[in-house]
C-alpha cells in the first residue's frame, strides 16, 4: 500500500511526557500537512511543509508543538510536556503541488494524555 | 467566522436509497476548491470527490456526486444506491484561494448509518 501512513495509531501518555509522531506520505507528494482533530469536531490544519520547508504553522501550534521534515520525506511531530487539551486524533496528509490535487489523509494517530 | 457549515443530525438510511449531505460555505475568493471526505470508525480520512470553484460540471466519482451551486454557496454531497459500508461521517472542506494555500478548513459532518 502506497497510501499516507502514521505511527504510532494510538499513544496514551502521562501529563507532562514528550510524545513523537511519525508521517510518511506519498512517495511523490512534495506537500505535507498536520491536522489536529478533536472529538465531535472537523480537522484543524496545523503546519504545513513544501519539501522540506515549513511554509505555514496555525496559532493552534503553541510552543510545546514542533514539527520537522528534514529531507523533505517522513515528517515528524513532537510535543512536549503534554497536556490532557493535547489528547485528540493527529492527522497527516499530504499532496502534490497544483491547487487542483487531492490531499490524501492517513489514519491518524490517537493521542490521550492522562 | 465558520467557512464550512454542516448542520444536519445524524441521519439514517435505508440501504440502496440515496441520501444527501448538505454543505454551505463562506468565502469571498473567487479561485477555491470543495472536498468531501469520508471517515469511518477507524479514523482515516477518504477522499470522496472535489469541485473547483470554475468547473461549470458538477462532479462526479462513482456513486458520489456533488451538488453544486455557486451562488446558493454549497456543495451537497448526493450518495446513491447507500451501501452498509457507507455508514461514517462524512466531511466537507473548501480550500481557498491560489494554489500556494493548501489549508483546508471543514466543517463539523455529518454522520450517516446505513440500515438494512
Known amino acids: 500500500d502506497t497510501g499516507v501512513s502514521q505511527d504510532p495509531r494510538h499513544k496514551i501518555t502521562k501529563r507532562g511526557q514528550n510524545v513523537t509522531f511519525r508521517c510518511d506520505p506519498i512517495?511523490?507528494?512534495?506537500?505535507l500537512y498536520w491536522y489536529r482533530q478533536t472529538l465531535g469536531q472537523g480537522p484543524e490544519f496545523l503546519t504545513y511543509?513544501?519539501?522540506?520547508?515549513?511554509?505555514?504553522k496555525s496559532r493552534l501550534l503553541s510552543d510545546r508543538f514542533s514539527a520537522e521534515r528534514p529531507k523533505g520525506s517522513f515528517s515528524t511531530l513532537e510535543i512536549q510536556r503534554t497536556e490532557q487539551g493535547d489528547s485528540a486524533m493527529y492527522l497527516c496528509?499530504?499532496?502534490?503541488?497544483?491547487?487542483?490535487?487531492?490531499?490524501?489523509f492517513g489514519e491518524g494517530s490517537w493521542l490521550t494524555v492522562v | 467566522a465558520q467557512k464550512i457549515t454542516q448542520t444536519q443530525p445524524g441521519m439514517f438510511v435505508q440501504e440502496k436509497e440515496a441520501v444527501t449531505l448538505d454543505c454551505t460555505y463562506d468565502?469571498?475568493?473567487?479561485?477555491?476548491?470543495l472536498f468531501w471526505y469520508k471517515q469511518p470508525s477507524s479514523g482515516e480520512m477518504i477522499f470522496l470527490i472535489y469541485?473547483?470553484?470554475?468547473?461549470?460540471q458538477n462532479a462526479t466519482e462513482g456513486r458520489y456526486s456533488l451538488n453544486f451551486q455557486k451562488a446558493r454557496k454549497s456543495a451537497n454531497l448526493v450518495i446513491s444506491a447507500s451501501q452498509l459500508g457507507d455508514s461514517a461521517m462524512y466531511f466537507c472542506?473548501?480550500?481557498?484561494?491560489?494554489?500556494?494555500?493548501?489549508?483546508?478548513?471543514f466543517g463539523k459532518g455529518n454522520q450517516v448509518v446505513v440500515i438494512p
Open positions: 496528509a499530504s499532496s502534490s503541488t497544483g491547487s487542483g490535487n487531492t490531499i490524501y
Open positions: 512517495s511523490e507528494h512534495n506537500r
Open positions: 511543509f513544501q519539501n522540506e520547508a515549513q511554509l505555514e
Open positions: 468565502t469571498s475568493d473567487q479561485s477555491y476548491g
Open positions: 469541485q473547483g470553484s470554475y468547473d461549470e
Open positions: 472542506a473548501m480550500r481557498e484561494g491560489l494554489s500556494g494555500n493548501n489549508r483546508l478548513a
